[in-house]
């Protein structure tokens, strides 16, 4: 890592970010993401996931609002936050009829602060084929080598947009294996956007649910997977309210519910004599759908 | 920046190189019929040098989409170009083209002139003509895709006045066909060639999304 480089508490951050198409309003987003966090975007497609990233790599011009890589404005007149981003997307601009290799080495004469010794190794250690060409690679190499591009300059934050988007099921182990190591550091900050839950499990340490353009909540992983509980019982009084319900069913004399807040509905069960109480723990794909699916509903009662 | 544009330039080389040999092909067989037809005079000069800056307006046009398809900006913009920089590599790659088709001009002619025996001899300043007028057209293609793009962009004025530097070049453009021999046709020509390839790179800087 280069020692000039600024230290600052925030590895990003997000202030009012604002970005209008026709027919979609991104934001405003406020956001700041801790340097080691990797911090999951979820959220459906046309959530506005790619524009955030974009915005963050100074590829798209904001409307309002901005953001900043480690104090350095991101803007795409100004080069000094590139140092500190490595960005692996789904196109990443690779020439296509050269090999991965020359395209490395069109990046090591471009990139000053590129190390040909982190290139190399990180290859080796993802079994990149560098001398195939780069329109004849699977998708899964293609990622490979947007790994390799994005890291070689030694970034501090890596922003990764749907990098198992459209992947197989071995070659997606096999991607996730590669950014667990090279997250697992916490050397870098990561940025990652997906709408494959299962991945959240095995990368995020915090989430931040994205839906319709906007920020309907985040929070830490394990908080999540703590407070959401899936609890089933029978009650005699029908008349009650609970508090922190986000799904209700009835099956015959048992009522089956989702709560947000499984603490504080165990304790009003049990204040209010419920019987045949069962809680059972939710995966954290499963409070995501729930999230996304209620979005404004859960961010209102949790904010 | 240059490294930028010398690395466009070699990965485009294959395809400048196809066209210049379409362009050799084409030369040789009009050059064959002509010795058969028994033409007095031969192929003119200014039709052979046509063929290979055809060769580079078209292959200009062809890097320009893959540039287009394969986001090459995405990359350029992980190091330290800026927008200027990569306005300046998009509007500078079809001059190289059309004038590395240049340099391919000479050989033509005397691969024609061997083939047809002789050629019918014109001014140079018609062959210069012809080719500043090839490479306008040539220039057109990043001020096209630049007026597009602020269109997308919802930069309205930017747009307008892209299209409308779009058509007074094919105006100007036309109009001096019929000045190719005289001064003031080839500074109509040049005024063209500067207002496209300016307008584009400003546009270039202006945008607000550098996706593709």
């Known amino acids: 890592m280069n020692d000039q480089r600024p230290e600052t508490t925030t590895a990003a951050r997000l202030f009012g970010l604002t970005k209008r198409f026709p027919g979609f309003q991104l934001g405003p987003l406020d956001l700041t993401l801790d340097p080691g966090t990797v911090l999951a975007l979820v959220g459906p497609n046309g959530a506005g996931k790619t524009t955030t990233l974009n915005c963050m790599a100074g590829l798209v011009v904001p409307d309002e609002g901005g953001t900043e890589v480690y104090g350095a404005p991101v803007q795409p007149t100004r080069t000094e936050y590139r140092r500190d981003v490595g960005y692996v997307g789904e196109e990443s601009g690779f020439f296509q009829r050269w090999t991965a290799r020359r395209n490395l080495d069109f990046l090591a004469k471009q990139i000053p602060e590129w190390s040909r010794e982190r290139a190399r190794?990180?290859?080796?250690?993802?079994?990149?084929?560098?001398?195939?060409?780069?329109?004849?690679?699977?998708?899964?190499?293609?990622?490979?080598?947007?790994?390799?591009?994005?890291?070689?300059?030694?970034?501090?934050?890596?922003?990764?947009?749907?990098?198992t988007s459209g992947l197989d099921p071995v070659v997606r182990a096999e991607v996730l294996d590669v950014l667990?190591?090279?997250?697992?550091?916490?050397?870098?900050?990561?940025?990652?956007?997906?709408?494959?839950?299962?991945?959240i499990n095995r990368l995020a340490d915090e989430l931040a649910f994205l839906r319709d353009g906007e920020l309907v909540l985040r929070t830490g992983r394990d908080e999540l997977s703590e407070s959401w509980r899936q609890v089933s019982f029978r009650l005699r009084d029908e008349d009650v309210e609970l508090s922190g319900i986000v799904e209700y069913r009835r099956v015959r004399a048992e009522h089956q519910v989702i709560t947000r807040d499984a603490p504080a509905t165990l304790q009003q069960l049990t204040e209010l004599g419920a019987e045949a109480v069962e809680v059972s723990r939710m995966s954290v794909d499963e409070i995501a759908v729930q999230i996304l699916k209620e979005g404004h509903h859960v961010a209102r009662a949790s904010g | 920046m240059w490294h930028a544009l010398r690395a466009e330039l070699a990965y485009f080389r294959p395809w400048l190189l196809g066209g210049l040999g379409i362009a050799a092909g084409v030369v040789m067989i009009l050059s064959v019929l002509m010795r058969f037809l028994d033409e007095a005079d031969g192929p003119p000069i200014f039709v052979v040098a046509i063929f290979p800056i055809i060769a580079g307006m078209v292959v200009s046009f062809i890097a320009q989409s893959y540039?287009?398809?394969?986001?090459?900006?995405?990359?350029?913009?992980?190091?330290?170009?800026?927008?200027?920089?990569?306005?300046?590599?998009?509007?500078?790659?079809?001059?190289?083209?059309?004038?590395?088709?240049?340099?391919?001009?000479?050989?033509?002619?005397?691969?024609?002139?061997?083939?047809?025996?002789?050629?019918?001899?014109?001014?140079?300043?018609?062959?210069?003509?012809?080719?500043?007028?090839?490479?306008?057209y040539a220039q057109l293609g990043p001020l096209a895709q630049e007026s597009t793009a602020a269109r997308r962009q919802r930069r309205g004025r930017a747009a307008i006045v892209g299209w409308a530097v779009f058509v007074s070049v094919i105006l100007v453009l036309s109009a001096s066909q019929f000045f190719l021999q005289s001064i003031q046709g080839h500074l109509w020509q040049a005024v063209a060639v500067v207002a496209a390839m300016g307008v584009a790179a400003a546009l270039y800087q202006g945008r607000t999304d550098f996706t593709r």
């Not at chain 1, 001398?131 to 300059?153: E, F, Q, W, Y």
């Not at chain 1, 900050?189 to 991945?199: M, W």
């Not at chain 2, 001009?105 to 005397?110: A, D, K, Q, S, W």
Request: glycine fraction near 6%; charged fraction near 20%; proline fraction near 7%.
């Open chain 1, 180 to 199: 667990w190591e090279i997250t697992e550091d916490g050397d870098h900050a990561v940025l990652y956007s997906t709408h494959v839950l299962s991945d």
């Open chain 2, 67 to 136: 540039r287009i398809e394969e986001r090459r900006a995405r990359l350029l913009l992980s190091g330290p170009l800026t927008p200027r920089q990569l306005a300046a590599v998009t509007v500078l790659l079809p001059a190289c083209f059309v004038g590395l088709s240049a340099i391919a001009v000479p050989l033509m002619i005397g691969l024609a002139a061997l083939v047809a025996g002789k050629l019918e001899p014109v001014t140079l300043r018609i062959v210069g003509g012809f080719v500043v007028q090839f490479w306008a």
């Open chain 1, 121 to 163: 190794r990180l290859s080796e250690r993802i079994a990149l084929p560098l001398d195939t060409p780069v329109s004849k690679l699977s998708r899964g190499n293609r990622t490979k080598l947007a790994i390799v591009a994005a890291l070689a300059h030694g970034p501090r934050l890596l922003l990764l947009d749907e990098p």
